[in-house]
């Protein structure tokens, strides 16, 4: 399995981030700065540079600068070019809470990651995001006791299966009712199943 790390602008700190030589990481503008302010080099820097206020890419071995007249966010076109390098395993810092809109479309690029079939998650300070779905990844387990998530539809309307925590749910779940706020994992033996729709899984880091 390939793995890449993305580094978009959003802050988070950059000790929860995973810089080892197993992923293959890449820089989105000015998430560049993540990599130079830490003097570790990244494999790809890409952006259209409205962003990034320095003209130092020592930390980047490779730089794909972009017309900023573009239909993709600098971030959607470095998903699509690193679907055609093979990768099938996308983390993602630096996407999550600086504007709505932008984490909208991160959400976006997590359901184009997931029609592909391709592993993907959204990582910050406060939580991990990653989307189920009846059609690609029916089911989740967690494997630690006592971690708070909250399950949200994205779906006008889904219907899910959820056993071993503190709601136990079988129902439909919607688009319009934030039904799955606040759980709690209560038992190993604890599932999520989709029977039909897509949501989104946020897990609780704190």
Do not use: W
């Amino acid at each position: 399995m390939k793995k890449v790390l993305i580094v978009a602008a959003s802050y988070f700190k950059e000790d929860d981030i995973i810089f080892d030589d197993d992923y293959y990481k890449v820089a989105v503008d000015n998430g560049y700065m993540h990599f130079y302010d830490n003097k570790i080099t990244c494999d790809l820097l890409v952006g259209d540079f409205d962003t990034l206020k320095i003209s130092d890419f020592s930390y980047a071995k490779k730089v794909i600068e972009l017309n900023p007249q573009k239909d993709d966010t600098d971030t959607f076109y470095i998903v699509k070019y690193l679907l055609n390098e093979g990768y099938d395993d996308f983390t993602f810092y630096g996407c999550l809470g600086n504007r709505n809109d932008m984490t909208f479309s991160s959400y976006s690029i997590l359901y184009y990651l997931l029609k592909k079939r391709k592993k993907a998650i959204l990582i910050s300070d406060d939580e991990e995001v990653i989307l189920l779905s009846k059609e690609y990844n029916s089911s989740y387990v967690f494997s630690t006791v006592g971690v708070k998530f909250s399950l949200l539809s994205l779906s006008y309307e889904s219907d899910v299966r959820l056993v071993g925590y503190q709601y136990d749910y079988e129902g439909k779940m919607s688009l319009d009712t934030p039904l799955g706020i606040s759980n709690v994992v209560k038992n190993s033996d604890n599932i999520i199943s989709i029977k039909e729709g897509i949501l989104l899984l946020f897990i609780h880091k704190k």
